[in-house]
C-alpha cells in the first residue's frame, strides 16, 4: 500500500480580497452573496495555509473591509489601502510572496468585476502568474457589467470559475488529510452556495 496522497503544493497559491468595503454594501449587485462566497474562501484559504492580500480603495473615505471577514483576514500577510484600481500597487507587487521566480497561482474575490478585479487579473497574467476568478465571488454596481468582464477575462487567459471548484482543484485528491475540513466547510456551507448561484450566477449561465 502506496504512502497517502499529500495536497498539492500550495506555497505557490495567493488569495485576494478586493476592495469589500462597507461603504458599497447598498451600491453593489448581491453584495450579501458577495460576503458569502468570500467568507468561504478565506475559511478554505486558512484551511490550505495559503496566504491572503487584502486591499482597500481609499480607506479615508470609503471606510474599512465589511465587519463581516474582519476576523477572516486578521492575519492576512498584506492588508494595503490604495486610490490605484488594481491592487497590484507597489505594496503589492514587489512583496516576497509575487517576487518569487516561482509563478504564483491567485485566486480572486471582489469588487467591482469591471474595473479593479479586471485590471488587477490582466496586470497578473501580465506577469505571468495563473489567475483564478470566482464567478460567484466578485460583483459590480451594474449587473450587466459583470458578465462582459468575466467574458473579456477569459479571453486574456484568466480562469473564471467557481468557490467550490477551485477548492476542489486545490486540494485535489479526496485521500489528502484536508479532505475532511473542506467536506465540512462544503456541508456547511451549501445552503449559502446554493443561494450565491441561484441568486449572483443567476443571468450568466
Not at 22 to 38: E, G, H, V, Y
Not at 49 to 74: F, S
Request: net charge negative; proline share 4%; with cysteine.
Amino acid at each position: 500500500m502506496g504512502p497517502s496522497p499529500r495536497l498539492p503544493d500550495v506555497t505557490d497559491t495567493m488569495s485576494s480580497v478586493c476592495d469589500l468595503q462597507d461603504r458599497f454594501r447598498n451600491a453593489i449587485w448581491q453584495f450579501d452573496k458577495l460576503l458569502l462566497t468570500s467568507q468561504k474562501v478565506l475559511r478554505a484559504a486558512k484551511i490550505f495555509q495559503i496566504p491572503i492580500v487584502v486591499t482597500t480603495q481609499n480607506k479615508a473615505r470609503l471606510g474599512g473591509i465589511v465587519p463581516e471577514l474582519q476576523e477572516l483576514t486578521a492575519g492576512a500577510a498584506l492588508n494595503v489601502d490604495k486610490t490605484c484600481f488594481s491592487m497590484m500597487v507597489p505594496e503589492v507587487s514587489s512583496h516576497e510572496l509575487l517576487m518569487s521566480p516561482e509563478k504564483r497561482s491567485v485566486v480572486i474575490v471582489g469588487i467591482e468585476s469591471h474595473i479593479c478585479v479586471t485590471q488587477t487579473a490582466l496586470d497578473l497574467v501580465l506577469r505571468g502568474h495563473r489567475v483564478y476568478v470566482l464567478a460567484d465571488g466578485v460583483s459590480s454596481c451594474n449587473e450587466q457589467e459583470i458578465p462582459v468582464a468575466l467574458a473579456r477575462l477569459r479571453a486574456e487567459g484568466v480562469i473564471v470559475t467557481t468557490s467550490e471548484s477551485w477548492m476542489y482543484e486545490t486540494m485535489g485528491d479526496a485521500g489528502v488529510a484536508e479532505f475532511k475540513e473542506v467536506a465540512k466547510l462544503v456541508k456547511e456551507s451549501a445552503g449559502d452556495t446554493k443561494t450565491v448561484l441561484t441568486g449572483l450566477l443567476s443571468s450568466r449561465i
